[in-house]
């Protein structure tokens, strides 16, 4: 098990690396040539989520602690199997949203001890927002971290910056949140069964772990992801879903969501601050 003095740094070293790739991301946003390609699953891939993999990778290498990217996805089960720590990154959570201009993309690291996330960071370059969390401490916010070619963080500069999470929000109805590229007709059944126990349900699509960061918050209660999705889209999240004391469980046996299986595809799952019922 790893000391928390060195979680810390793991931590600095986490966050560095997800700023230093939000500016890599935003140099590209900011530019007239996307150079958008395919993925074999169809799936966008551009030159931002390049650059960012190679910053990120670079970064996390220097810390012994093996990297799974979906950018370098790549590595056979039987040589992770016995991985005990490992890094999962989402170097560009988001690409389509990414590509579309409007905002809603995030750089996803995690730290997974075991199958279970137990540090997160999420930063969204667009904003300056920092989510980050740490087993046993809690999930936190900070903002605006604006992006750097050669930012540094300190754990102590950070909880200095610092607000717990969740926030401490007031509100009456239930608020639902929706991917809004990966709809499907599941997750439409689900939001009108929802409906007719919670006539003022508020539902909002947006893009990327925003979603999960919105839960964390406090700000929203519900995340049903009935559609294809795979570890390094939510392990980050997870990580500060968790620390903010809230859950993310598979649909179909409420179990918390693992990761590190042979298929790197996640079940269905529900992400949730428990006031739906």
């Given at each position: 098990m790893i000391e928390k003095p060195e979680l810390y740094n793991l931590l600095s070293t986490a966050v560095s690396a997800a700023i230093r790739a939000g500016y890599k991301i935003m140099e590209v946003y900011n530019s007239d040539d996307f150079q958008v390609n395919l993925k074999s699953d169809r799936t966008p891939l551009t030159l931002a989520d390049r650059l960012a993999h190679e910053e990120i990778k670079n970064s996390l290498t220097k810390t012994f602690i093996p990297v799974l990217s979906e950018e370098g996805r790549n590595i056979v089960y039987e040589e992770r199997?016995?991985?005990?720590?490992?890094?999962?990154v989402d170097p560009l959570d988001g690409t389509k949203e990414f590509i579309k201009r409007n905002g809603e993309f995030t750089v996803n690291?995690?730290?997974i001890l075991e199958q279970y996330p137990v540090v997160g960071v999420i930063y969204v370059p667009v904003t300056g927002k920092l989510y980050y969390s740490i087993k046993d401490k809690g999930s936190f916010m900070v903002s605006p971290i604006w992006a750097l070619p050669n930012f540094e963080a300190s754990f102590k500069d950070l909880q200095s910056q610092s607000i717990k999470l969740p926030l401490p929000i007031e509100r009456e109805g239930l608020v639902v949140v929706e991917s809004r590229s990966h709809s499907t007709p599941e997750i439409i059944q689900y939001i009108n069964n929802l409906s007719g126990r919670y006539p003022d349900l508020e539902l909002?699509?947006?893009g990327s772990s925003l979603k999960m960061c919105m839960i964390a918050e406090g700000k929203a209660d519900l995340y049903p992801r009935l559609s294809l999705s795979r570890e390094w889209d939510t392990a980050a999240g997870q990580a500060i879903v968790e620390g903010a004391g809230f859950?993310?469980?598979?649909?179909?046996?409420?179990?918390?969501?693992s990761y590190n299986k042979e298929d790197l595809v996640n079940p269905w799952f529900v992400v949730t601050n428990g006031r739906a019922k």
């Open positions: 199997k016995g991985w005990d720590y490992f890094w999962i690291i995690a730290l909002l699509s947006i859950k993310v469980i598979t649909y179909e046996t409420g179990e918390r969501l």
